[in-house]
């Protein structure tokens, strides 16, 4: 992420999350209705480029992973809302998701956090698309190297006592473990019972040799972009960290229960590959 250039991570996941809506078969393991809208005209093409999932299998396979983390948070969301009365959701390093903009949920505040640059260009996006900002969606803009997250949320209204939902897709890898453990930190003081949802990776030396090339070619790519895979984890030492952060995994998914639960019997070639990619549901204990 540099200072004055929206994030090209935020971009891709965006074309990913496009791509599912245009390529992929019914029903949609992730409908936003908003996708393909936000990018306008100048990305469009670049989402009816998406490879054939059948000829491209690992490039589905990422498309996959991107989507199921998005539904599941939303999913997430949606449970907190109906069973625990869940008001406020946190999109942290919201970069070009919708959710916001297509809040179903009159009641729930949605605050995205981002770096000002990224959020900046995501405005003017919005702005070019022709979407509203409804009154739910507040913006907060977050220079993690000098401003304080606890005290930019507080100053946008949000209320650390209340139960929370928080989203935070696809940042977790390229955090060092300081800030890592400093954002956690941030959200176990909202209400206990309060969630969060991330994505991390297992380190290389845990996965099969196949897919330590994998993650080599892929760590290459977004070293080049700017923004290097930095922060690992194994399901075991995940847990104690969460412990040791005053909050407890509730569940962390793997390829295998991520395709239980979204992808199985699909028979347009979108699924999940590998071991390296998990989502954990973590929570704020009492």
Same mark, same amino acid.
């Given at each position: 992420?540099? *200072? %004055?250039?929206?994030? =090209?991570?935020? @971009?891709?996941? /965006? ?9 992929? #078969? ?118 993690? *190297? %000098?401003?304080?997250? =606890?005290?930019? @949320?507080?100053? /946008? ?9 928080? #989203? ?119």
């Amino acid at each position: 992420m540099h *200072e %004055v250039n929206p994030s =090209r991570t935020a @971009l891709r996941v /965006a074309l990913r999350r496009a791509a599912h809506q245009v390529h992929d #078969a019914h029903p949609r393991v992730f409908d936003d209705p908003l996708a393909v809208r936000i990018l306008g005209d100048e990305h469009i093409l670049e989402v009816h480029k998406t490879p054939d999932s059948e000829k491209r299998p690992y490039s589905a396979a990422l498309r996959s992973f991107m989507v199921a983390r998005a539904r599941l948070a939303e999913d997430t969301l949606a449970a907190g809302v109906r069973d625990r009365g869940v008001k406020q959701y946190i999109v942290l390093g919201a970069g070009l998701d919708t959710f916001a903009y297509r809040n179903p949920y009159p009641g729930v505040q949605v605050f995205e956090v981002d770096h000002p640059a990224t959020q900046a260009w995501k405005l003017e996006m919005l702005k070019g698309a022709g979407i509203a900002v409804p009154e739910t969606a507040v913006h907060v803009p977050v220079n993690f *190297e %000098v401003d304080s997250l =606890r005290a930019k @949320l507080q100053g /946008a209204g949000f209320l650390f006592g209340e139960p929370t939902v928080t #989203a935070w897709l696809g940042v977790v890898p390229y955090l060092t473990r300081e800030a890592f453990d400093a954002t956690m930190r941030v959200l176990a003081r909202c209400a206990a019972g309060s969630e969060v949802v991330f994505d991390y990776s297992q380190p290389r030396e845990a996965l099969p040799h196949v897919e330590q090339l994998m993650l080599d070619s892929l760590g290459a790519r977004v070293a080049l972009a700017g923004e290097p895979f930095q922060l690992f984890f194994t399901p075991a030492q995940l847990a104690e960290e969460m412990e040791w952060l005053a909050m407890r995994v509730v569940e962390d998914f793997d390829s295998a229960k991520l395709t239980e639960r979204y992808f199985k019997g699909r028979q347009d070639g979108l699924g999940l590959r590998g071991q390296a990619a998990h989502i954990c549901v973590a929570e704020v204990r009492e």
